[in-house]
């Protein structure tokens, strides 16, 4: 490609100004990739766990609920935890017991204060609280979680020794102005207190602070405490910049290491420490296993347990790099178990220059190459150079440990590319002629005449974008065409007097056209230009079809029992869209499973007696004020085995609001789901021939209850139906 004199001068110092963007980064558009990467190396390459199974979590899960009764439970069975556990090398609470026990005698005998009976025998009773608190002291070994908090003003009192070397690490430690202790009984009983949060993390917990910085008091992480007090240590050692032996040329560029007895943490500078996941799960107890006789106190001598929950109605659910819906408690385990075997990630201060030399080199070889010898050139050092980058920061993961992000830089060299290769290519009147050519017979003019003048909304080739999408078919169109098989032309124009008026309304309703198969219509939204009112017009699109096509069934005098009808399935999702086929012959078209989704829910609208179902993706966000909206089922469609939840919706300015039905068909749902079947029945008949709309639908779900009710399922059953057709 031939640049012009200033063009190539101004390539350059462009160069160099994206490798840059790094640094800056406003939107933490890098760092996010960043962090993305990471955790793609951590997908393929987990850790390894050498402890075995030296930690261990003690899970308040729902059987353990079902079995002890609802949470919060007495702090008597919890001393009984403790007393089961007293060989164990530690024993860590991630909970926090800020108020006193509802059931214990203290507080009983304030709430029955006018009962000098009953008060005389509380007063024999010993007090929850305090039996928690013995047991605790008794164990000698147990570790208390703590909520760091900037609603409350108070201070921490700690129980380890602290050695600081180097600048003060409070400078860069998370600041609270106070912290959400447990009672004074319980935190005086323990040996250690410890910071249950999670730090800076975004909704994937990557890493984990080792201390926090609590008015000027050092905090240690629960995870640190515990294994403070399993190992037997007294003092914490924090080492930051400016440390003997640490290089920070006068810098304060933040902490480097936590020392505890003999383990030595790497952490980044805000004192966090990554988590390296293990792909062998940590090893789990059932609470209520722990408290029957299944086990032995021997089974846990020697043993760190952290006690948490995975019960989803206690709300400590994460997602990490491996998987989502994890308990809290396990992520605390997992850096627990981590530091104790020695395994790190480790990202150093220098590692990020590394990236940006990188980037920069990486950068001026493509702008050079591409002014030398063209795009290809351009790309053969794109290609070379990242892939080097790429492989080299997974070996480097996978065999040293250390964090090298490969994206930066890809993402520098491919913005250097594609506006150096396309700097001086300007859109034509001729493109603009082949843009309205290639749309005008399935889209609207208004949007033909947009990507006109735009045609930077239409990238040829495949791209990935959140479309909706719509199928249409007509009902019985099998017995329609037996009436006509001795006048084709005539169910021929039939089909495309059909097909006219439902297309013009999904035109009218900026959609785009891909194909017809036969006597199906399939459209979609948001694709070739941007629309972020995609799934509202998808939706009008069907009501208005559903109009137009009650005035044609009018037009042709087509009676009840002949009229036409359509079912319509919609659904939002990530697709590939653009111009696929060969060099020869390519159509504009979309390919994905949300699109395959779609077309089965069109499919399962005759089932359920649904004109229009939609999938979940398409009732984000939508209007409550413009659209009713029910849920019908969820369901494996044919060909998949991940479950839908499914929908259909009505236009609110066409029918009125029945909230008392609305309530009630979300509680039949319910019951349903809960193998409730009397109660959904009683919803059935209530309201099956009251709600014409509905009246299909609840005949499907009542023999559907009627077979169901006959078999014996599994106890984890949630009511997902598997659909065996189309």
Known sequence: MNFSRIGKYLLIPFSLFVSLIPIFDPL???????????????????????????????????????????????????????????????LGFDIVFAEFDRTGSKELKKQYKDNPSLQNILNEVPDNDDIFARSIKNHGRVV??????NSLDNSFKSKFGLIEQGDNPRKFLQKYSGIQTNLNILDNSAQGIGSMSIGNNDSIIRRLPLFENINDSLVPSLGLEILRVAIGASTYQIKSSNASGETAFGEETGIN?????????????????????SKKPIKTIPIWEVLSSNYSADFFEGKILIVGTSAPGLFDLRSTPLENNVPGVNIIANLTDQILSGQFLKRPDWIFGLELITGIILALLITFFIQSLGPIGGLSVFIFGNSISILGSYYIFNNYSYLIDPISPLVICLLCYLVVTFFNFLFTELERS??????????????????????????LGGERKEMTFLFSDIRGFTSISEKYKSDPEALTDLINNLLTVLSNEI???????????????????????????????????????????????????????????????????????????????????????????????????????????????????????????????????????????????????????????????????????????????????KYRFSKPEFNLYYTLFLERIDELSKQTLPENWSGVFIAENK
Not at 28 to 52: G, H, K, M, V, Y
Not at 443 to 449: L, T
Not at 640 to 648: G, L, Q, R
Request: aromatic share 10%; charged share 25%.
């Open 257 to 277: 290491h936590v020392k505890l007895g003999n383990l030595i943490i790497p952490t980044n500078e805000d004192g966090s420490a990554w988590i390296h996941y």
């Open 434 to 459: 082949k843009v309205r050519n290639a749309f005008s017979q399935y889209m609207s003019p208004v949007m033909v005449e947009k990507l006109a003048k735009s045609s930077e909304s239409l990238k």
């Open 28 to 90: 933490n558009t890098f760092a996010n990739l960043r962090n993305n990467a990471f955790d793609f190396f951590q997908n393929i390459s987990p850790r390894e766990s050498i402890s075995s199974d030296a930690v261990i979590v003690i899970d308040i899960d729902e059987k353990s609920l079902q079995e002890i009764g609802q949470w919060p439970w007495p702090r008597s069975v919890l001393g009984k935890l403790v007393d089961k556990t007293y060989l164990s090398a530690s």
């Open 144 to 149: 208390l979680g703590s909520i760091p908090s």
């Open 507 to 685: 035109l009218n309703n900026q959609g785009t056209i891909d194909k017809y198969m036969g006597d199906c219509i399939m459209a979609f939204w948001n694709a070739p230009s941007e629309d972020p009112d995609h799934r509202e017009k998808s939706i009008n699109a069907a009501f208005a079809m559903t109009k137009a096509l009650e005035q044609l069934n009018i037009d042709l005098n087509r009676l009840n029992e002949d009229k036409l009808s359509v079912g319509i399935g919609i659904n939002t999702g990530e697709c590939i869209v653009g111009n696929m086929g060969s060099n020869k012959r390519f159509d504009y078209t979309v390919l994905g499973d949300a699109v395959n989704l779609a077309s089965r829910l069109e499919g399962q609208s005759s089932n359920y007696g649904m004109q229009i179902i939609l999938g979940e993706g398409s009732i984000k966000g939508l209007s409550e004020e413009k659209y009713i909206i029910y849920e019908l089922d969820s369901i494996a469609v044919k060909g998949k085995s991940e479950p839908v939840t499914i929908y259909t919706v009505f236009d609110k300015t066409e029918i009125d609001t029945d909230k008392a039905f609305f309530e009630d068909h979300r509680n039949f749902l319910v019951n349903y789901r809960s193998q409730n079947w009397n109660k959904a029945k009683e919803h059935i008949d």
